[in-house]
């Protein structure tokens, strides 16, 4: 904020970087929704329902905006549409490790003792082993990563369509959300219709080899119809739910959604 050129010492607040914050938390398929008129501040205003009168009242104004998008974009998914594949030829090679954490902090998950724990709206509440999750129907796909610090990677994953295994656990895909706890604090949740995308693929495999630990062992979901950090690694728990869950980086300000 800027000081008030009045010489009340009020606070002034900066529309256009307001604006500007405003803009870059609608991704680009949303800012396509809109017309260039409602992309102006009082459009935005308008169609929030809020006011800016300070810091506080910005915030959530940008928290605003930033749940709006989730709404389009989740309007603006089909189901149906695939992402792009390629070939072996085009992997990014070495595939980049990514956290918010350094690679020496990777968590080390013994295969032994793991289970994957399932809970919320699901029929099948067990736990499942390794060597279970292994014997499932087995799928590949070479799709690209995008990163939402602008960089992008394409990989091999191979594991189990995450549609079929929900389905086989008793899964409520009715439901609004599913959601992931992970070894390393991480969480993240996704709506249920890109759960149910047909390239959405529990991994346990990288490349043709073993999940190795800085992708994700010993799972990762990957789905390359949102952004990567809506793809969780180290997954130690699903569940089914109603209740918004949010996610590590939303719960930021991140939008939600995170399509691609």
Request: charged residues 20%.
């Amino acid at each position: 904020m800027k000081r008030s050129p009045t010489g009340t010492g009020m606070p002034s607040l900066d529309t256009r970087a307001i604006l500007a914050d405003a803009r870059r938390e609608l991704a680009l398929p949303s800012r396509r929704a809109f017309g260039k008129r409602v992309l102006t501040l009082g459009g935005l205003l308008m169609l929030t329902g809020c006011s800016l009168t300070d810091e506080k009242s910005v915030n959530a104004f940008l928290m605003s905006v930033s749940r709006m998008n989730d709404r389009i974009q989740a309007w603006l998914f089909d189901p149906t549409r695939l992402a792009p594949t390629y070939s072996e030829a085009q992997l990014t090679r070495p595939f980049p490790f990514n956290a918010y954490y350094g690679i020496d902090q990777v968590p080390e998950v013994d295969a032994d003792g793991f289970v994957l724990k399932l809970s919320g709206l699901v029929t099948g509440k067990r736990n499942w082993t390794l060597s279970e999750l292994y014997a499932l129907p087995h799928a590949e796909q070479i799709t690209r990563h995008i990163c939402v610090e602008g960089w992008s990677a394409i990989g091999h994953w191979g594991g189990t369509p995450f549609v079929d295994f929900l389905h086989r656990v008793g899964a409520d895909t009715s439901a609004k959300y599913v959601g992931f706890k992970c070894a390393d604090d991480y969480y993240e949740s996704i709506d249920m219709a890109s759960a149910l995308h047909p390239q959405t693929l529990l991994t346990f495999q990288y490349d043709g080899q073993t999940l190795p630990p800085e992708y994700g062992f010993p799972m990762k979901l990957r789905i390359p119809t949102k952004l990567g950090y809506k793809n969780p690694k180290h997954v130690m728990e699903i569940f089914v739910t109603n209740t918004y869950p949010g996610g590590y980086w939303s719960d930021q300000g991140y939008n939600w959604f995170g399509g691609s």
